[in-house]
Nanobody
Framework: QVPLVESGGGLVQAGDSLTLSCVPS????????RAWFRQAPGKEREFVAA????????YYADSVKGRFTISRDDAKNTVTLQMNSLRPEDTATYFCAAGQIWNYAHYESRDKYDAWGQGTQVTVSS
């Protein structure tokens, strides 16, 4: 069974907003750092945003700073990615991840994450 399940993807126009959610299917991952990555066709999976285990610190790729917001609600076992001012270049499959990461320098490293979802497609038309 896939440990994390994403939802909220869809087809939107440039400038629109979209909210992605990620919930665990079994393990709660409450003491894990949580992150979103994305992968466009023909490209490598890239870091988008992360929030630390306490929900206090957040980190973003330069390409989404000021437009995307990651948050977590451990009471609901949910991690959310609010995406505003979407651009065609944001089109990708978005993946949720969880990892026992304590060093902020490692948040962008895919291999530091222990659990992944299957992804949700986001398509932004111009």
């Amino acid at each position: 069974q896939v440990p994390l399940v994403e939802s909220g993807g869809g087809l939107v126009q440039a400038g629109d907003s979209l909210t992605l959610s990620c919930v665990p299917s079994q393990h709660t991952f409450n003491m894990y750092a949580r992150a979103w990555f994305r992968q466009a066709p023909g490209k490598e999976r890239e870091f988008v945003a992360a929030v630390n285990w306490a929900g206090v610190d957040t980190y973003y790729a330069d390409s989404v700073k000021g437009r995307f917001t990651i948050s977590r609600d451990d009471a609901k076992n949910t991690v959310t990615l609010q995406m505003n001012s979407l651009r065609p270049e944001d089109t990708a499959t978005y993946f949720c991840a969880a990892g026992q990461i304590w060093n902020y320098a490692h948040y962008e490293s895919r291999d530091k994450y222990d659990a992944w979802g299957q992804g949700t497609q986001v398509t932004v038309s111009s």
